[in-house]
């Protein structure tokens, strides 16, 4: 038999008042108590309002009751004066919450409550949740005060300034020497401890030997006990996620190098994990140009480069547009935007919302859907380790977030689309054949770079840079203000921020000693496009990188393209692209984009768009050399056929 929890003591026994079952589980008459009873019976509120001696004797046992108010869970009541300072733990004030209720408020029979009854008892603490905010879109005040010019006076994209520091002052977490917890450790806890303790010990031999040297210039290199124990950790913690099918012969071999390591070569270790640490201003110190050999002259690198332009079969399945749309198809495309009432599908987050070029009468807005929650970086794998049976997981670079783990780590005011279809294209803008042209003075080949922003048009073109080449001077370099309303500039790429827009002057007129620093601005991208073809003629070489970019946002059709995406093609083919700061890194060992947040400098990337065209040049000329080709004149001369041996004679 089990026990009676006395759970039916105020039900009347439905054998009362003829039950003859010793210990029934129901009331009857004697034990029955009503409600409105046990109330009136009640204690007054500073009293134990429960006998707990009596209780335990009773056949039914204590019963659970009505909380008074002013008593606390416990059947102890607040001290006078400290009415509604209880119950409401989270609401205290700073005093009020440190109120607590000692035993002196009981009454006489409190001395036979057992010990825990007379703890002295505190509100509970306040639950404090953490939230991860997002990231915030600079504002103009911010970007001003970090806001430069470069020498000759142009206008650079504002960024921050170089901060100065040897050491970063980081808060450290107090931890103690425990491995961190891992969903999936690789090794049993025991072994990772041990192995975490002896790496440690390691770690603090060299930090003694850094200390004993008292060289003032070695003292940023020391460590405290705490900061030894987050560096171990941090280090055993990553071999353990990143590497976890050889994780104990990694850590082995750190050991045992740490063991034989080198004052000197610790110092070296110290001093570039602390560089690592300071904080990133998008001032890092920049390579030093690597000089390009070609072994030609300018003209002749001119008369080269048409050699390398693109040819205009197959360019469609890089992005190009060759020929124009029919009237037919523009007709097809517009009744299929009316029909879509202005629906498109956000190119961050992939969210459907409406736009309304013009506003909308109701409220004036521009879109709808509210804000916009997106990864502004690509995901990308990292690179496998050696042993590792399965890839790893994509991962944000903006964030180091996997794939799929948040919506996203920055927000912006709206949502922001992207037209590829050229007949869409086509009813913002017509595109246009690049015209003749009677001018003998113009370059003879031409660099270019665009800029562009989110509007009510999908992307639109707001700035257009040209560069002559191979010298690299500057040609033209205007702001241009688009057809439609700017939802995003996409300041974080294109380098162009409000403040650049409010500061330009009209292109034309003369500036004034204090605009020296701002861009000029024309009033349409087809004013923008009349201007490069100024420079331009059919026959002109256009180089740039992912060219079909720029010239989708110009509208130009234009014959001669050289562009830096197709003479360093993925090896792995379309898609996949090499960036074009990946490029100049690779083969001219230089850094370029080093704005970080503050967006990148079209001049910059149409120089470097140059510069990597003449570095294939130079390669492809010495291989053209060594099969015989000459170069006389500007003109190119193929290797002369075999001269035959005199004598011989062909066969009858």
Not at 12 to 20: Q, R, T, V, W
Not at 172 to 180: D, Q, T
Not at 184 to 202: A, Y
Not at 281 to 290: H, I, M, V, W
Request: contains cysteine.
């Amino acid at each position: 038999m089990f026990s009676s929890l006395g759970l039916f003591k105020q039900t009347l026994c439905p054998e009362h008042p003829h039950c003859s079952v010793t210990g029934c589980l129901f009331a009857h008459s004697h034990s029955l108590k009503s409600k409105d009873d046990d109330f009136a019976t009640r204690k007054p509120a500073k009293s134990h309002s429960i006998d707990v001696t009596n209780a335990m004797f009773e056949g039914d046992g204590p019963r659970k009751r009505r909380r008074l108010s002013g008593e606390t869970g416990n059947g102890f009541t607040l001290q006078e004066g400290a009415e509604g300072t209880a119950a409401e733990g989270s609401s205290l004030e700073p005093e009020e919450a440190k109120t607590k209720y000692h035993p002196a408020q009981l009454d006489t029979d409190s001395k036979d409550l057992p010990r825990s009854a007379l703890r002295a008892i505190s509100p509970p603490p306040r639950r404090i949740t953490k939230a991860t905010p997002l990231k915030k879109i600079p504002t103009k005040d911010e970007r001003l005060s970090n806001s430069q010019t470069t020498q000759n006076g142009n206008l650079a994209p504002s960024r921050p300034s170089v901060i100065k520091a040897s050491v970063p002052e980081v808060e450290v977490v107090k931890e103690s020497l425990n491995p961190r917890m891992l969903p999936n450790p690789p090794v049993s806890h025991p072994i990772r401890m041990k192995l975490v303790t002896m790496l440690h010990e390691q770690m603090v031999r060299l930090n003694d030997e850094v200390k004993k040297a008292q060289d003032e210039s070695m003292d940023a290199l020391t460590m405290s006990d705490q900061q030894l124990i987050t560096e171990t950790l941090d280090e055993e913690f990553q071999v353990a996620r990143k590497s976890p099918a050889v994780y104990q012969n990694v850590i082995k071999s750190r050991i045992m190098v740490l063991k034989k390591m080198k004052l000197e070569v610790w110092k070296g270790e110290r001093t570039r994990k602390i560089a690592e640490k300071l904080p990133d201003t998008g001032e890092k110190q920049r390579s030093a140009p690597k000089n390009i050999e070609t072994g030609l002259t300018p003209a002749e690198e001119i008369a080269f480069v048409p050699r390398l332009a693109a040819k205009q079969e197959g360019l469609s399945k890089h992005g190009y547009i060759i020929a124009t749309a029919t009237v037919a198809e523009l007709e097809t495309a517009q009744k299929g935007m009316e029909s879509a009432h202005g629906w498109e599908i956000c190119d961050r987050c992939k969210t459907r919302f409406q736009v309304f070029p013009g506003r909308r009468a109701e409220d004036g807005a521009l879109t709808s859907g509210g804000h916009c929650t997106y990864h502004w970086a690509k995901p990308r794998r990292p690179d496998s380790v050696k042993g590792e049976n399965k890839p790893r997981d994509l991962k944000y670079a903006c964030c180091d977030e996997i794939l799929g783990a948040s919506t996203g780590c920055t927000r912006a005011d709206s949502h922001v689309f992207k037209i590829s279809d050229p007949k869409r294209l086509s009813l913002v803008m017509p595109f246009q054949l690049t015209p003749l042209s009677d001018r003998t003075d113009l370059p003879g080949a031409v660099c270019f770079d665009c800029e562009m922003g989110y509007t009510t048009y999908g992307m639109e073109l707001i700035r257009l840079t040209a560069t002559t080449w191979p010298d690299g001077r500057e040609l033209l370099d205007v702001l241009v203000r688009p057809i439609g309303e700017i939802l995003d500039l996409n300041s974080r790429f294109s380098g162009v921020w409000p403040d650049n827009f409010a500061n330009a002057i009209p292109y034309g007129e003369n500036e004034s000693p204090d605009s020296s620093s701002a861009l000029q601005i024309v009033e349409s991208p087809a004013k923008a496009r009349d201007l490069l073809f100024e420079l331009l003629t059919p026959q002109t070489p256009l180089i740039g990188h992912a060219l079909e970019n720029d010239l989708n946002a110009v509208r130009i059709l234009h014959p001669v393209i050289v562009d830096t995406c197709l003479l360093y093609a993925h090896p792995r083919g379309l898609p996949l692209r090499f960036g074009l700061k990946l490029l100049m890194k690779k083969h001219l060992g230089r850094d370029i984009q080093m704005g970080g947040e503050q967006g990148h400098d079209s001049k910059e990337d149409a120089r470097a768009a140059g510069d990597l065209v003449r570095f294939r040049i130079g390669y492809v000329w010495q291989k053209m050399k060594g099969e015989g080709w000459t170069i006389r004149g500007g003109d190119l001369y193929p290797p002369l056929p075999p001269v035959p041996h005199n004598g011989s004679t062909s066969a009858a």
